[in-house]
Every structure is written in structure tokens, then in C-alpha cells.
């Protein structure tokens, strides 16, 4: 298996945090950040949180047409705000811009059990990266915004051959586009895969090491990770003591990707 590097001439984004495939462009800049939030209050001064505790309070009224629901997942845009005098567990932030994330789950194909999942190409892959215990993908795909197909995480137990107390499974998954539909423009998807279900396969598991597989225009794509499992009841806030505010885990620079 190999890491991937995807490089395109619209926009560039550096992932410095999270076991990604990354894109682009590495330069410094520690004013803009881009982080996997969920809504915890709305509102027009909404709170979100990040996949590892850390919660950002908007210190700007921030206008959204559908507002911002509490448990919705978003793609956001921000800088940080002077946070001398912040609570010690919330951060300031001024809200730039944001792109919403449909959260799903996984699926799972048997080793006995029939593959009835369809495997259209998708277009270019943006970004796919893990951050607390989800499986983030950015992607493009030959497919209208209103169509009803669906992308699924697939695990493929046939090309596994772990052992339930195993320390350090190795799981294999595939991207699939399941649908024979098609277009001729590519339009912009954002999901997150929620991993946290392995651990009841693996009680013992400290890490897990993913394959990912997927099929673009210019073939079969791999990646690897390396996915460690987040308790939030353990962990929540160890992030915030742990870094420095200017540099408070930083994932990226830049903006939201073209398309939104």
C-alpha cells in the first residue's frame, strides 16, 4: 500500500494533525484554520466542538439560511481570537465560512456473504483524513447534487485475518459509489464515517491500521492510516491543555474547497 498525495490547481490545503492523505501546499499559517466541528449551541453566536473536545465559541454573529442545528457536523473556516482572558476549556473564534457534513456509518460485508454494493468511479479525491473516531472523506463525484445515490464505507472481512484479542487489527475498507448513475461535472462531497464501532470487535485494540481503497478516473486508489480510538469521557479538553493557543492543533490552512 502507498500514501497519496493529490494535487490540484484550484486550491491547496495542508493537513498537519491527522493521519490523512494530504494535499498541496505546506506553507505556514497559523491565522486560519479548518477543522470537523459539531454544533453544540446555535444561535447567532454558535459553540462548536472538534472531534477531540475542544469547544470554539463564534465571536462574530454568524448568518446561516438554514441555521446551525445542534449535532450537525460541519466543515469549518475560522481564526482564532485573542484567548488571554478565555475560559479555560472554550475558544474564542471568528467565523469564516463553513460546508456541511453528512455523518454515516460503515458497512460491513461478511466473509460468506454476497458484495452487492456498486462501484462507480468517483471524480478527483480531495482530502480524506481521521479526526477523533471519524473517517472524513472530501471528494468529487460525476453525479448530480440531487441524486440519490449513496457512498459507502465498506469493510471487507474477506481480506482480513485478525483475531479478536488482537492489540493492532488491520481492517480493510472500500469507498464505493453505489450507483450506475452519471454526469458529466463533477460536484463536491463531504462525509464522515463513524469508526468507534470497531472497538466492539477488537475489546483490546489500542490502534488500528486501515487500508482504504477506492476507484477514480485514473484507477484504483490506495491510502493507509493509522486509527487510534478517542473516549471522549476520558479525553474531553486534554487537547486544550495539551497545545499551545497559537497553535491550537492545528489541521490546516486555507479555505473551504471550491465547490461549496
Known amino acids: 500500500m502507498k500514501r497519496l498525495t493529490f494535487i490540484f490547481p484550484l486550491i491547496f490545503l495542508m493537513f498537519a494533525t491527522f493521519p490523512s492523505c494530504n494535499l498541496g501546499d505546506e506553507s505556514d499559517n497559523t491565522y486560519n484554520y479548518l477543522r470537523m466541528v459539531t454544533v453544540v449551541s446555535g444561535g447567532d453566536y454558535p459553540f462548536f466542538k472538534t472531534d477531540v473536545g475542544e469547544v470554539l465559541k463564534c465571536s462574530n454573529i454568524v448568518e446561516n439560511d438554514s441555521g446551525f442545528n445542534v449535532g450537525d457536523r460541519y466543515y469549518l473556516s475560522f481564526s482564532m481570537v485573542d484567548t488571554v482572558a478565555a475560559d479555560a476549556y472554550i475558544f474564542p473564534i471568528t467565523y469564516i465560512s463553513s460546508a456541511k457534513v453528512k455523518t454515516r456509518n460503515f458497512v460491513t460485508v461478511e466473509k460468506d456473504s454476497a458484495d452487492i454494493y456498486k462501484n462507480k468511479q468517483l471524480g478527483s479525491a480531495y482530502n480524506f483524513f481521521i479526526s477523533g473516531n471519524y473517517m472524513n472523506m472530501i471528494f468529487y463525484a460525476y453525479v448530480p447534487l440531487t441524486s440519490k445515490s449513496t457512498f459507502e464505507l465498506v469493510r471487507y472481512k474477506k481480506n482480513e485475518s485478525n483475531k479478536s484479542q488482537d492489540t493492532i487489527p488491520t481492517i480493510y475498507f472500500e469507498l464505493r459509489h453505489n450507483t450506475e448513475e452519471t454526469s458529466s ?29 477506492w476507484y477514480s478516473i485514473s484507477g484504483t486508489q490506495t491510502c493507509e492510516f493509522i486509527y487510534t480510538p478517542y473516549d471522549p469521557n476520558e479525553s474531553l479538553y486534554s487537547s486544550i491543555k495539551k497545545f499551545a493557543v497559537p497553535h491550537i492543533s492545528r489541521t490546516a490552512t486555507g479555505n473551504i474547497p471550491y465547490g461549496l
Open 185 to 213: 461535472s463533477p460536484t463536491l462531497r463531504l462525509f464522515s464515517y463513524e469508526l468507534s464501532p470497531l472497538t466492539s470487535d477488537f475489546p483490546m485494540a489500542t490502534k488500528f491500521r486501515i487500508y482504504l481503497i
